[in-house]
């Protein structure tokens, strides 16, 4: 038998960790199933996002500040190597961002439009 | 976009944005922050004044070909502050025992290399994003001509 | 402190430094002297050979390279190990892409503008740099970084030209390789979680400590990584980007993607299954029967889709899924012979395939044929090419002599050790298909009639350049070589497959 109301609570208690999966399916669901391309890449953005979400919340402690250590001052400070190591993820989400968004005016610069689709009926018409 | 008010107001801005973006990049050893941050900071007061006056004189204060030279050369920076360690006969990237400055901690002018490497990788995302500005607005250009 | 000093204790981050440094300098030589572009790709492929000696040597006299980069020992700062298994893969990525850029100081000329010439090797050095970081990074976040930097070249090389069919490929592959990479990160995170660690060997140690508090942990987090790799690697039923990539793109890009891109992600998983997963995981999780499903669904419709195709390219590049799932065949078995098989593959089908893709390139080159019905007698007026084609195709079927029934040999055996005779079945009927798409090329060029006649259609032919022709001869040879003393690759493989297990 399972009990609801400790699932809840450990769901809270684990909150990021469930809106992070949650904005992964998201993202990763509009990118897989839309067909406009720039609905694609802000979908690859949605899923990055929430992968750092998710990287950054394992480095949090419970009360913890940022790790700027001034002397003579105890407290607990959160994981900085986390969110260091993000800090390149999204430097890299960003080129990749901008270099998707420049082949999606290429790809309309050639084809007239940014459906999927269309572009693949544009092809098979062609060959 | 010929506003006067946008002009004004940027012309007013800019240099203000500018200052704090090279606050933020050299205090990137001491604050959160740092060459990302303040470098992309540095790059949007840029491409700020070229969208409020016209590319032209967008281009006339930095141009494709200085910001992507830049660009290289800041990474290639990073690289060669790199070998630094090495020259010094101790491992690639090496700080502290490769003979750089250290300081007093909370210091501006301290942590060694990190703070040169700060400088260099700020100037280089500035010209990233000012390049990649340019490198859209002109595909963008060759699509209406 | 003399200069070989400096390069016999630095020669692991040289080797990659001097890759990412020489294509940073790229773009600023680049305004100042065009021309000078290809000299320096060449120079930093040389430097390398240097490294990449000496490394050799120290591997083989001294055991596995540590290096520590600023001086951080390894919990905290990065890592580069050079064993066996990395020396491998180093010396097939330095030859093979030194081979397809001297092909391609040529054939890059006639392909693309003037102006992004320079910007290519940029690109070219960035994406080898970044292999070559990938094989001996021991750092997950390393690796994520390295991944990415692979993956953005690779599409800017295939990009690079921008006419419709490249940029479309191109953004199918940025797309899937960002699931990659982000399945990659996000398992990154659910080990990082439970370990603490992110260099190889101390979240292996931490893993196998919390393993049995955790396990769902880490079974979603091998879950992530396969499906990650695969993508990357472009296993079966995610291999939608690969037919279209290498097709469109210029012929160097094709080879070094089809040749070496897909091959170091397959290295990676394999370091990463057996280095930092606990070996009681996989009763838990049968992930070696899993990629031994799907790499014989690999190799047998790889094969399929290749037989239909009209276009040369897109034919070899549908071939390359089907050689790709020999290699992970190799993985899958996961026994020593099995895994030489599958390791000694990743060198052959590196040297096979990007032959085939530079002498389909050549063709193309000198006389602008794509169809394969149009090659009906050209064997006899480009000789030196459709040779090494011939070669290649002998190779891939797997004739004694050439390489690639060595490799086939070894997975056929592995095959019989694990007891798994199903999978000894495919191997064989994959060689009958590759007879099936191959050979008829190959009869065709030598032996078939143009249906003109009388110079109406003569196929124009443009003299082949020295530069194009060496690659072809060398690679060539080495598929022979290769096949006739093989003992000269197999003392690296034998010795790491002996690390590995």
Redesign the interface.
């Known amino acids: 038998m399972i009990d609801f109301a400790d699932v809840a609570m450990r769901l809270f208690e684990n909150m990021y960790y469930l809106v992070s999966v949650i904005l992964f399916v998201i993202g990763f669901h509009t990118m897989l199933t839309h067909s406009n391309l720039i609905k694609k890449v802000i979908g690859m953005n949605i899923m990055d996002t929430a992968i750092f979400l998710f990287f950054v919340s394992t480095g949090y402690v419970q009360g913890g500040v940022a790790p700027i250590i001034e002397p003579g001052v105890e407290q607990a400070y959160i994981n900085p190597l986390p969110t260091a190591l993000i800090l390149t993820g999204i430097v890299v989400a960003v080129s990749v961002t901008a270099f998707a968004l420049s082949l999606v005016v290429k790809i309309y610069e050639h084809y007239g439009t940014l459906d999927a689709e269309e572009i693949m009926r544009i092809r098979s018409t062609e060959s | 976009m010929e506003d006067l008010i946008v002009r004004m107001v940027s012309r007013i801005v800019v240099p203000f944005i500018q200052v704090y973006g090279f606050y933020v990049i050299l205090h990137g050893h001491l604050t959160p922050g740092g060459s990302f941050s303040g470098g992309a900071i540095l790059g949007s007061s840029m491409i700020l004044f070229a969208l409020a006056f016209n590319l032209e004189r967008g281009a006339k204060k930095l141009s494709h070909e200085t910001s992507t030279i830049v660009e290289c050369a800041g990474a290639g920076w990073f690289a060669i502050l790199g070998l630094v360690g090495i020259y010094m006969g101790q491992n690639f990237l090496t700080n502290k025992e490769a003979g750089f400055y250290m300081g007093a901690p909370g210091d501006l002018v301290s942590s060694g290399a990190i703070v040169l490497i700060t400088l260099g990788l700020g100037l280089k995302v500035a010209s990233t994003v000012v390049t990649l500005f340019y490198s859209l607005i002109e595909v963008e250009g060759d699509a209406h001509d | ?1 003399t200069f070989i000093n ?1 390069i016999h204790a ?1 020669s692991t ?2 080797l990659i ?1 001097s890759f ?2 020489f294509s ?5 030589l680049e ?1 100042w002297k065009n021309s000078w572009c290809a000299t320096m790709a060449v120079a930093a492929h040389v430097l390398a050979f240097v490294f990449i000696g000496n490394l050799s040597w120290r591997v083989f006299t001294e055991g596995t390279i540590h ?5 951080w020992s390894p919990p905290w700062g990065i890592e580069f190990v050079v064993d066996y298994l990395a020396l491998f893969m180093l010396i097939t990525i330095s030859t093979v892409s030194f081979l397809i850029l001297i092909f391609g100081t040529v054939d890059l000329t006639h392909e693309l503008k003037p102006k992004v010439l320079g910007l290519y090797y940029t690109l070219y050095l960035l994406l080898v740099g970044a292999m070559m970081g990938l094989a001996v990074t021991n750092d997950f ?1 390393n690796m ?2 390295f991944m ?1 930097i692979a ?2 070249s690779a ?2 090389i295939i ?1 690079v030209k ?3 069919e490249c ?2 490929a ?2 199918k592959y ?2 899937l390789s ?2 990659g990479t ?1 399945c990659v ?2 398992s ?2 659910l080990l ?2 439970i370990g603490g660690h ?1 260099n190889f060997a101390f979240a292996a140690a931490a893993i196998q400590d919390v393993a049995h508090i955790y396990p769902n942990n880490i079974l979603v987090a091998l879950a992530l990584f396969s499906v990650g790799f695969i993508v990357k690697a472009a296993l079966f039923p995610l291999h939608v980007w690969l037919p279209d990539a290498p097709s469109s793109a210029p012929s160097p890009s094709s080879a070094i993607l089809s040749g070496l891109v897909i091959k170091i992600y397959t290295v990676v998983y394999l370091k990463l299954l057996y280095k930092v997963f606990p070996i009681e995981l996989f009763d838990l999780l049968p992930v070696f029967d899993m990629i031994l499903i799907l790499s014989a669904l690999s190799i047998f419709f790889g094969s399929i889709f290749a037989i239909v195709q009209e276009d040369i390219k897109r034919m070899l590049a549908f071939s390359s899924i089907a050689q790709i799932g020999y290699v992970f065949l190799g993985i899958g078995l996961a026994n020593s012979t099995g895994l030489t098989g599958g390791l000694l593959h990743i060198f052959n089908h590196a040297m096979m395939k990007s032959m085939l893709f530079l002498s389909a390139g050549a063709i193309i080159y000198c006389t602008g044929i794509r169809k394969i019905d149009d090659l009906k007698g050209i064997g006899l007026k480009m000789p030196v090419v459709m040779g090494a084609f011939t070669i290649g195709a002998m190779a891939m079927v797997g004739i004694p002599t050439t390489n690639g029934f060595i490799s086939k040999l070894y997975l056929a055996l592995g095959t019989l050790d694990a007891n798994k005779h199903f999978y000894l079945a495919i191997i064989l009927i994959s060689s009958f298909l590759n007879c099936l798409y191959y050979f008829p090329i190959v009869i065709n060029a030598f032996f078939g009639e143009s249906e003109e006649e009388d110079g109406e259609e003569e196929i124009q032919v443009k003299k082949l350049p020295l530069r194009m022709s060496v690659p072809l001869i060398i690679l060539g040879a080495g598929c022979m070589i290769f096949g006739i003393f093989p003992k000269y690759i197999l003392v690296i493989i034998e010795r790491a497959v002996e690390m590995i297990l």
């Open positions: 402190m400096v630095h981050v040289l430094v990412l440094l940073f300098l790229m773009p600023i305004r290096y520590e980069l600023g001086g976040f994520f970084v990415e993956a953005i599409c800017g990009s921008s006419d419709r940029v479309e191109s953004f940025l797309m960002a699931v982000g990160l996000l990154v995170a990082y979680m992110l």
